[in-house]
């Protein structure tokens, strides 16, 4: 199959959304998705185009992640945010992070080092030493009350055939401090390899951690297109009764998207099908596709 010139797909979580908040996911992921086709069109890096579209969602406070993270038991806001560059296979991972405006932004920064994932205070020193901007006071935790999961997340393929994922997250509600996810776990919560493709998820992070819920997706891939691929993350979830949320881009360009929560939100763009289509179910978004 001929590769898609280029293609970009975010997600804003896998969770059950309240009818009053649909067109706030539906339009915050299609902003996403907007702000990284359009560096996908002029030629951009995949890179940049999932960092950017990253950015969005987490500046967005419908979202559990950046602005809109949720508190811990603490009453703390700590978040984990990864990127991954399918190219050179280089990951760039912050955990259990605090004043940190974009995590996603800090993730990035540690790309061109040789640590992949840094964590608490020294990922916070190395955000504020790469001049990233600290979080305000405008940090806050807007997100709470909508059950489920709402990590953001984004996989974009390049003109160049440059496949990069990202995830961000502000964990889970409650939870107790330091905890850490899956999401800035390579193989977990995101992972890309040009030769494949890429993932990113949202869901149970514990569970998804415990099956390397992304890395099965990504093995899945070197046989199927990401359509098929993704259905591996329900045999898993079923066994541990735990909810999962899956976008993915194979090498060619196909986009696939499982979910066995009741919503997740979405938006993409393609060469092929240029304005944005967002959803925040699954089979929205296929009735979209085979609309154009
Ligand atoms: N997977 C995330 C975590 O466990 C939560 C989510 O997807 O909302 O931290």
Redesign the pocket.
Known sequence: MDRLQWVIVVHG???TIAPDKAVAHRSGCARAVEAGAEILRRGGSALDAARRAVCVLEDDPTF?AGRGSVRNAAGEIEM?AAIMDGETLAIGAVAAVRHVANPIEAAAALLDTPPILLVGKGAERFARDAGLCPAGPEIVSVAAGDPG???VGCVALDRAGHVAAATS?G??EGTLPGRV???PLPGC?FYADDAIGGVS??????A?GRTLLGARVMRAMEREPADEAVTVIFAPMERLAAEAGVIAIDATGQIGIAHNSDHFALACASSAFPEVVSAIHQNELREEKSNV
């Open positions: 979580g896998a969770k559990n984990d999961h709402d990590t997250t964990g889970l996810g899956d999401s919560g998820l949202s869901g149970d992070g514990e998804i």
